[in-house]
């Protein structure tokens, strides 16, 4: 009888390392090779159980930068007017990634030592959902390459994110990874190559692990009609407006023609529409239009506008506050105003929500999950020497973070609805919008500029990611680009509208604002924090077992 291990000296390594990273890339949005993600994993656990291979990290390395490469190649954008700052950024985070990826394999080695090597491969979607969860945490936070996202188009299956949200995917698709493993191990093990009862036992294991998921998902998304939920439930009318300004000028040409810019396109499909309850404009649609805007939030001449259309706007814009150098805790990112250097000042990637009515409270939020290096540095409250190195020239890489959760909240026809303003890149973070939601967000807005990665990978998949969070949620979700992917999408992560990528243009649509709360909404990340505790737990264990061996 053969040895129970897949000999890999007889496969070239590298040529197991592609094949995983490959096969990551082709299972990831928009690509629609989503079923090899289920073996994707396969060759790396070849590599991993290799006894004689010595230098597996090399090969680790490999995978998973053609998986970043392959997924995130865009981050670079790649266009002429790029700022070389973005440009090189991009390139180095090429390389630097995949470092990331080491963490859940150097945690597999350790416990090597301590666990049967038979049973650990059983641990390591444990792990691996450990440290996907981590890597979704702090300042460097990035979740864009959850494993999970790779069955987002395996529509049914993929609902099953509102019980354990994306980890609850990830848990599974390194399971079934892990059974095909070891029905491969176990045809390798004798030359007869019969279906043995391990064989069949790890089949039927698969099977259940995806008809589950799937009968689970074609019965829950009956659940959600359109047309029933528009009638039960309260609804608003929204017009979203995508003015496909050019990025990199954004920042430079007159903030008064791109405000203009934005009205036209309200007033056109307000016409059609006049009916329209809530406007919704990019993020940071107000780049800087006047000082005394962003010192005394006087938005008036707007508000005169809306008054026209007769409906509120929620829109993305940068605002200034001033401080004095003689203020206790000062920001990190305070810093002296170019015009009046007595004065310092900070400035916040924020959403605003007016009203016609300029007698009512203006509703802020600041955008609190910034893109590292690009928005903010991280950690700036130690490494805030480091801002000066760290800047590109559009003027948006010291914002400050924001400290507070907060949904707006919007009358209609006597009726409130709670809408949660998320920004950017804060909808990749699904336990961050979650809060929005488990706070009684209604509905959720997503207000972006996507158009730094025009005709890439990046905006359909940034879009793919907010249809994520409406089915952890099972929210209506409104979502706003400058360009690329403008649209509504239900509670399924189905669009119900979407606009024509990279045009001027504006769409509009009725969603039923809801209140009911799914078990991820209401227990948050209990799946990779129960990972990780089982892990603890078993080491601690079976290393006090140890010690107790060599005793006796």
């Not at 990279?502 to 709360?517: G, N, R, V």
Request: net charge positive; proline share 5%.
């Amino acid at each position: 009888m053969n040895s129970t291990k897949i000999n890999s000296k007889k496969i070239n390594n590298y040529f197991l390392a592609i094949l995983s990273g490959a096969a990551l890339v082709l299972a990831f949005p928009p690509m629609p090779f989503f079923l090899l993600a289920l073996i994707a994993f396969i060759p790396i656990f070849i590599i991993l159980n290799n006894k004689e291979e010595t230098k597996k990290f090399r090969y680790i390395y490999l995978t998973f930068f053609i998986y970043h490469l392959g997924t995130n190649y865009w981050i670079s954008s790649w266009q002429e007017t790029t700022d070389p700052y973005l440009f090189w950024s991009g390139i180095i985070l090429d390389f630097v990634h995949p470092f990331f990826f080491f963490v859940p394999f150097v945690i597999y080695n350790l416990l090597r030592k301590i666990i049967d090597k038979q049973t650990l491969l059983y641990f390591f979607p444990l792990i691996w959902v450990t440290f996907e969860w981590l890597h979704s945490l702090g300042d460097l936070g990035y979740p864009w390459l959850t494993v999970a996202f790779t069955q987002f188009n395996n529509y049914y299956w993929f609902q099953v994110v509102d019980i354990a949200g994306i980890w609850g995917a990830s848990l599974l698709i390194l399971y079934i990874n892990v059974f095909f493993y070891k029905i491969l191990e176990e045809i390798m093990k004798t030359d007869k190559k019969t279906l043995n009862s391990t064989i069949l036992k790890n089949i039927a294991i698969i099977i259940l692990m995806l008809l589950l998921p799937t009968t689970y998902g074609f019965f829950i998304t009956k659940k959600f009609d359109y047309e029933k939920e528009i009638k039960e439930n309260k609804k608003i009318k929204i017009g979203l407006i995508q003015p496909n300004i050019d990025p990199w000028d954004k920042w430079e040409k007159n903030n008064l023609e791109q405000i203009k810019l934005h009205f036209i396109l309200q007033d056109s499909i307000s016409k059609k529409h006049p009916d329209i309850n809530l406007f919704i404009w990019n993020e940071t649609a107000i780049p800087a239009i006047s000082i005394s805007i962003n010192r005394d939030l006087q938005f008036d001449f707007i508000q005169y506008q809306l008054k026209k259309n007769n409906a509120a706007l929620l829109t993305g814009f940068a605002q200034y506050e001033f401080l004095n150098k003689t203020d206790e805790n000062l920001p990190a990112t305070a810093r002296p105003f170019p015009f009046d250097t007595s004065q310092l000042f900070c400035s916040y990637n924020s959403a605003i929500l007016l009203t016609p009515n300029t007698n009512d409270t203006l509703q802020i939020y600041h955008k609190q999950r910034l893109t590292p290096f690009a928005e903010g540095i991280p950690f700036v409250e130690y490494l805030g020497f480091a801002q000066k190195f760290l800047t590109w020239d559009v003027g948006i890489s010291t914002w400050e973070k924001g400290k507070e959760i907060k949904n707006f909240n919007l009358n209609i026809e006597n009726k409130n609805i709670a809408i949660a303003p998320i920004i950017c890149i804060e909808s990749i973070f699904p336990d961050f919008v979650r809060k929005f939601v488990q706070q009684g967000a209604e509905i959720i807005t997503i207000i972006t500029n996507d158009a730094w990665y025009n005709y890439t990978f990046g905006p359909r998949q940034h879009y793919m990611i907010a249809a994520t969070r409406a089915i952890e949620n099972r929210r209506y979700i409104a979502r706003c680009a400058n360009s690329g992917v403008t649209g509504f999408i239900s509670p399924t992560g189905k669009t119900i509208e979407c606009a024509e990528p990279y045009q001027t243009t504006a769409i509009t649509k009725t969603i039923p604002a809801l209140k009911e709360k799914t078990l991820y909404t209401t227990y948050g990340d209990f799946l990779p924090k129960t990972c990780t505790l089982i892990i603890l737990i078993t080491a601690i264990i079976m290393l006090f077992l140890r010690k107790k061996q060599v005793k006796i």
